[in-house]
């Protein structure tokens, strides 16, 4: 079995104006959840999705009048649109048309070799990829009866079937997903793919539930392969707002030092030492930080005793001192502020840092 290929050493395929893969980086995907052909409704979750740090968005395309929505939608975001299809050729082909930045499709569930020769032949004149999609949860059934049930080896076959067809018609633009709901089996399919070939790949753990149980699971089967390098754009799936999505791929990112636009909170889990009331200051500096695209520490501590010291690697934090808050930056002292004006200081004091950032 060959080598694990990095994400960074996965071949480069543009979407839209971003480069996906060959580099260490990795974008946020969401999805639309309004009906495609709802254009003012679709566009107004596009933008918020942008305003949380969404980075690529798919959109459902059941019918023709979702095809036919794309340029109108398009026309009005910001982020690269990625149109999801299943089967009909021809919805393939009016989305590129429209503008798609990417289709999702499986080449080898379009049919004939004329129909499939057409979409490709029209993503190549458009100079877009298309991403192909395994589920575990669908599988073709020569491979479903080769293996029995759903493995990782039977999801890496069936992307392979699907990479040969679009390789054969010297079409290389290519991403591809093995989601599965089942942590395991996604992280082990994920893990052979990047053994198999060095198409990117956009992760995601699907139908992995509601926002609490589906961070957990997400974080826990993403986190995985992101310690292995793996992967190069990926999506939350929650039964949640899809900005919820974002911001949990968002967190997700900071934690393995992979975002470099957004600050991260460090804060205390209290004990008896607590000198203030930590838990709605933490909450309340987490949502005013969620808007910095700085790469800052901020760090929020219940006491004095061990706190400076401990957040060393914040940039800049608070922690309580009777009545008062201590404002340290890289684990030195600063000043000391009222408890009443504590939070706002912070706030004024981030704004500062996360300006100077961007003049450097
Ligand atoms: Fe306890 Fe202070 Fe540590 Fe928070 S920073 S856990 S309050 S000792």
Redesign the pocket.
Known sequence: MSEMTHRSKTRPVKVGDLTIGGSNELFIQSMATTKTHDVEATVAEILRLEEAGCQIVRVACPDERAAYAIGAIKERINIPLVVDIHFDYKLALIAIEQGADKIRINPGNIGRREKVEAVVNAAKAKGIPIRIGVNAGSLERKILEKYGYPTAEGMVESALHHIKILEDLDFHDIIVSLKASDVSLAVEAYELASKAFDYPLHLGITESGTLFSGTVKSAAGLGALFAKGIGNTLRVSLSADPVEEVKVAREMLKIFGLSSNAATLIS????????ID?ISIANEVEEYISHIKAPLKVAV???A???PG?AREADIGI??ARGEGLLFMHGKTVRKVPEATMVEELKIEIDKLAEAYFEK
């Open positions: 205390c889990p209290t004990c008896g030492r607590i000198e930590l501590l219940g006491c005793v061990n706190g401990e922690a309580g």
